[in-house]
C-alpha cells in the first residue's frame, strides 16, 4: 500500500478549489444522511453566531476522498449549547458529555453516526491557534462551516502548519510539542502509516526516539486501541519493524526483546527475535494470498479469515509463538551440547496470558492467541509422524478436539514458522509436508469426524448409570470420549456395538 498513498495524494484539490461537492465525500455517511447533517450544522452556525469548524480526521479524509463516518468539530462558542442545538435542528440523536479537566468534548449519536463537538484547545481563541496544538500536520486543517448565504457551498481550507502539502507527499510530520503533550500520539503516527501507507518524517522518527519512554505513562486501553488498527492493517510487520528502529515497540512488548540475541539450532537461521519477526512477515503474506500457500483452499481459508478478529489474532500468534524460547533455553550435555527449548509453547502461552492482561485485551482474543501458541509445534509433530506411515483416524482427532475452530489457524500459523526457517538442517519440503497434513486431516474430519460430531450420541451418562451401574464421576468423561474415537475409527456403528464396545473397555481395564 505504500506505493498508492503519494501517488492517491497528487490528486488533492487545492485549497480555493475545495467545494461543497468535495466535502461531501468526505461526510457521505454509512447511512447517507450527509446533507440533511450539513444543512442542519449550516444553520446552527448561523443561529448561534459561533465559529463551527470541521476539523481532524475528518478534513484529512475528505482530501483524499475517503468516506468518513465521524465528524470533528470544533466550535469557539459553548460545547453544550452547539450539541443540544445541533440536536434540535436534527430532531434526534443521544448527547454524551467526553469531557475532560483539559478540554470540553461532547458526542452526538445520530442515526449510528458521530459528530464529536470540542472547544478551541489550551484554551486559545482562534482556530488558527487550535490546530498546531494538535497531533500531526495531516490533522491540523479545517474548513470552516458557514451559515447559508446565497448558495452557500464555498469553503476555505485553514492549514497553518502545511498539512496539505505533507498529505500530497504521503508525509507524516508531528505538531511542535505533540508527544509531549499526549504520548500516545508518537504510536499514532505509526499507526497512520500502517492505515493510510504513508512515512514518518525523520524529524518525526527522531523525535519519538527521544520520547519513546514516555508511552509508558499511557493506559493500556488507549495503547490497545492504536496497536488494535495497526494490527487490522496490512501492514503490520513493516511498521512493527519501524517502531522496533525508534525504540517505540521495546517499550511496548519487552517480553519479545528478550529473544534478541537468542541463537537457535540448525532448523533455523535468525536469532529468535528476528524470526518471531519474520513469521508475522509471512503471516500477512498467507492472509493476503492463501491459495497460494495452501492450494485448493483458498476459499476455505479466505472464509475463516473472515470471522471476528481472526486476522489479527493470527499476527499476535506469529509474532509471539516463541516468546517462551529464551526462558527454557537449555545446552544439553546429555545430547551432546545441543540446544533445546522444551516447553516454550506452554511458557509462552503464559507469557502471552500475562500480556494480554497488562493490554487489556478481550477474553476470546486472549484464548484464541494463546491456545494457538500453545499447540503451534503439534502439525510439526504430526509432519515427523507422517513421514515414517499415514496419519491415523485417531490421531487426526486428537488434534481437531484440541484445536477445535482454531484449526485452519494452527496451520496457517505452522505454515508461517516453517517460511520463517530457512537453517540448513530443515526438511527440503516441510511447507510442502505441512499443505499434505492439513489436507489429510481435513479430509479425515469432513469424512469421519464432522458426520460423528453432527449426529446423535450414540450412548449417554445416564446409559452408563442403567446398564453398566456405573457412578458418575471423571471416567464417564473418558468412557464417551473414547467412545467417540472408536465411531471415527469405524469400530462402533450403532447402539449394540456402542454397548458391546464398552462393555470390552471395562474388562480391559479391569483386568
Known amino acids: 500500500m505504500v506505493q498508492h498513498g503519494p501517488q492517491y495524494c497528487k490528486g488533492l484539490r487545492k485549497p480555493e478549489q475545495v467545494h461543497h461537492s468535495g466535502l461531501e465525500s468526505l461526510t457521505a455517511l454509512s447511512t447517507g444522511y450527509a446533507d440533511e447533517l450539513l444543512q442542519a450544522l449550516r444553520r446552527v452556525a448561523g443561529k448561534s453566531g459561533a465559529e463551527l469548524y470541521l476539523v481532524g480526521g475528518t478534513v484529512r479524509d475528505c482530501l483524499l476522498g475517503r468516506v468518513s463516518h465521524d465528524l470533528d468539530l470544533a466550535v469557539s462558542g459553548s460545547v453544550v449549547s452547539i450539541a443540544k442545538m445541533l440536536q434540535r435542528e436534527l430532531g434526534e440523536g443521544t448527547l454524551v458529555d467526553l469531557s475532560s479537566p483539559d478540554e470540553e468534548t461532547v458526542r452526538l449519536v445520530w442515526r449510528g453516526e458521530q459528530i464529536d463537538i470540542s472547544c478551541f484547545r489550551a484554551g486559545v481563541q482562534s482556530i488558527e491557534e487550535d490546530l498546531p496544538l494538535r497531533d500531526f500536520t495531516i490533522n491540523a486543517m479545517a474548513m470552516q462551516l458557514a451559515a447559508v448565504t446565497g448558495d452557500g457551498h464555498d469553503w476555505a481550507l485553514i492549514d497553518p502548519t502545511g498539512g496539505l502539502d505533507d498529505l500530497r507527499e504521503g508525509r507524516i510530520r508531528h505538531c511542535p510539542g505533540a508527544f509531549i503533550a499526549d504520548p500516545v500520539r508518537m504510536l499514532r503516527g505509526y499507526r497512520l502509516c500502517a492505515t493510510l501507507g504513508f512515512h514518518l518524517q525523520q524529524t518525526t522518527k527522531d523525535s519519538i526516539r527521544r520520547h519513546a519512554p514516555l508511552i509508558g505513562h499511557i493506559a493500556a486501553e488507549r495503547i490497545g486501541y492504536e496497536l488494535q488498527l495497526i494490527f487490522d492493517s496490512s501492514r503490520t510487520a513493516e511498521t512493527l519493524r519501524e517502531m522496533a528502529e525508534s525504540g517505540l515497540l521495546r517499550q511496548l512488548l519487552p517480553e519479545l526483546y528478550l529473544g534478541e540475541g537468542v541463537e537457535q539450532p540448525e532448523f533455523h537461521h535468525l536469532d529468535v527475535f528476528d524470526h518471531c519477526f519474520l513469521a508475522l512477515q509471512m503471516m500477512e503474506s498467507i492472509i493476503a494470498e492463501p491459495d497460494r500457500f495452501f492450494p485448493g483452499y483458498g476459499e476455505r481459508i479466505g472464509t475463516y479469515l473472515k470471522e471476528a478478529n481472526v486476522i ?32 516454550h509453547d506452554e511458557v509462552g502461552r503464559k507469557m502471552v496470558q500475562e500480556f494480554a492482561d497488562r493490554a487489556k485485551w478481550s477474553r476470546a482474543d486472549t484464548e484464541m492467541v494463546g491456545s494457538l501458541i500453545s499447540m503451534h509445534m503439534h502439525p510439526f509433530h504430526l509432519c515427523n509422524v507422517q513421514r515414517e506411515e499415514p496419519i491415523s483416524k485417531r490421531a487426526a482427532l486428537k488434534l481437531c478436539r484440541r484445536a477445535e475452530q482454531r484449526l485452519t489457524g494452527l496451520f496457517l500459523l505452522a505454515m508461517s514458522d516453517s517460511l520463517a526457517s530457512r537453517g540448513e538442517k530443515k526438511p527440503e519440503r516441510m511447507e510442502e509436508e505441512l499443505v499434505a497434513l492439513f489436507t489429510t486431516v481435513q479430509k479425515i474430519y469432513d469424512e469421519d469426524i464432522e458426520p460423528v460430531l453432527r449426529g446423535p450420541r450414540l450412548l449417554s451418562g445416564k446409559d452408563l448409570i442403567e446398564e453398566f451401574k456405573l457412578a458418575p464421576g471423571p471416567l464417564f468423561s473418558e468412557i464417551l470420549s473414547e467412545l467417540e474415537a472408536a465411531r471415527v475409527e469405524g469400530q462402533v456403528v450403532d447402539r449394540g456395538t456402542a454397548l458391546d464396545w464398552v462393555n470390552k473397555f471395562l474388562q480391559d481395564r479391569n483386568s
Open 312 to 343: 489479527r489474532c493470527l499476527k499476535w500468534a506469529a509474532l509471539m509463538h516463541d516468546i517462551g524460547k529464551p526462558v527454557t533455553k537449555e545446552t544439553r550435555a546429555d545430547k551432546e551440547g545441543r540446544v533445546t527449548f522444551y516447553g
